[in-house]
């Protein structure tokens, strides 16, 4: 199965994918319990690597939690797509949502290419 024809959902969140343009949405809360409840998440996002498209839109304008794991998750997503050297890696944000403006603008720490879009939905 291609990375764009998976759904990961649980309580409260759901994540899937979009082929053209390649694009990953992130909805919800994700409280996962560390590192291992996380997996599928990871090894999700290194197919979308693996595929290697030009550019990848990760939407996270509509999740509204993401905790210190999830962090970590995104943050590994990062550096593996700054490793290839020839992905462009867009961030879709929301103004309105406190986590997002303070996490998110640290991962230009770790890919100084990354383009953040903040947007003002409600």
């Known amino acids: 199965m291609n990375w764009w024809e998976q759904e990961l959902s649980g309580a409260g969140y759901r994540v899937y994918g979009e082929q053209e343009p390649a694009r990953l949405v992130l909805e919800g809360s994700l409280r996962l319990n560390g590192m291992a409840e996380y997996q599928p998440l990871t090894d999700w996002l290194t197919q979308v690597v693996t595929a290697a498209p030009p550019e990848v839109i990760v939407d996270v304008r ?56 903040f947007c003002h939905e409600s």
């Open 62 to 117: 509509q999740l509204k939690f993401l905790n210190s794991s999830g962090i970590n998750v995104l943050s590994r997503f990062v550096i593996q797509v700054r490793q290839t050297g020839t992905i462009h890696l867009r961030v879709q944000c929301n103004e309105n949502i406190p986590w997002q403006h303070k996490s998110l603008v640290n991962l230009q720490r770790l890919l100084p290419t990354l383009q953040l879009d």
